[in-house]
């Protein structure tokens, strides 16, 4: 069975922290989605990787997939509260092209 | 931009009742899904289609069903409503074969009473 573990369940900090959320598995994934979902709401795409080692950044936000493709983080400097929500990560894993495997997910709560 | 749209926010419906839920996509996108989420599950894949009049089974295609009559929409059927169908449903679209994007609607809250 391919799955995807998030790391930590739940986080809590104050606005203006950095924090990492991590994304792991024992398969190769030929790519990664990372989406945030608002209470209530769809999940939105942030960033999609696909090569390994890779890095991509959005404002404040970096996601980062794993030179084995097995894993990826997330890591947010200087939260604000706007970047609560549930972030998930999904993947197509390379033995199963057109399967998308989600993660469980990471709920963050920034406080103002 | 892409845009998912599906019929209901919320929905409440008694146990037994056939229900449908809609979603329509505007980006011209051959593939459709339905998942399910629910604390502590994560999303779970019910069906799935890759093009007009064809679906496939999910993770967890027990007690539903679906049609895809037109491309654009993909609709999923509880034929008889249980409490433990009782989920947030989410509809996601994609365009192409292979690893890439999801682009999901705003779901819809169905409580089955």
Redesign the interface.
């Known amino acids: 069975t391919q799955l995807l573990e998030q790391s930590p369940q739940f986080l809590s900090i104050q606005e203006g922290e950095n924090l990492t959320v991590y994304c792991n598995s024992s398969s190769v994934f030929s790519s990664l989605q990372w989406y945030r979902q608002e209470p209530g709401e769809g999940p939105v795409l942030l960033v999609t990787v696909v090569t390994g080692g890779e890095v991509k950044k959005l404002k404040r936000l970096t996601f980062q997939f794993g030179d084995a493709r097995k894993d990826s983080s997330l890591h947010i400097t200087a939260a604000q509260p706007g970047d609560t929500g549930l972030y998930l990560c999904a993947g197509s894993p390379k033995t199963s092209y057109d399967k998308v495997i989600f993660g469980p997910g990471t709920s963050l709560s920034v406080i103002p | 931009d892409v845009k998912?749209t599906q019929s209901s926010?919320y929905l409440v419906k008694r146990t037994g009742e056939k229900v449908f839920l809609e979603c329509v996509q505007d980006m011209d996108h051959e593939n459709m899904f339905w998942y399910r989420q629910d604390p502590?599950?994560?999303?779970r894949?019910i069906y799935f289609s890759y093009d007009v009049k064809m679906k496939e089974k999910g993770d967890i295609p027990e007690g539903y069903s679906v049609s895809r009559e037109k491309k654009e929409r993909f609709s999923l059927i509880l034929e008889s409503a249980s409490t433990n169908q009782t989920s947030m449903y989410?509809c996601?679209s994609r365009g192409g074969?292979?690893?890439y994007?999801?682009?999901?609607?705003?779901?819809t809250?169905l409580t089955v009473t």
């Open positions: 998912v926010r502590g599950l994560g999303l894949l989410l996601a074969r292979g690893p994007e999801q682009y999901f609607g705003p779901g809250r």
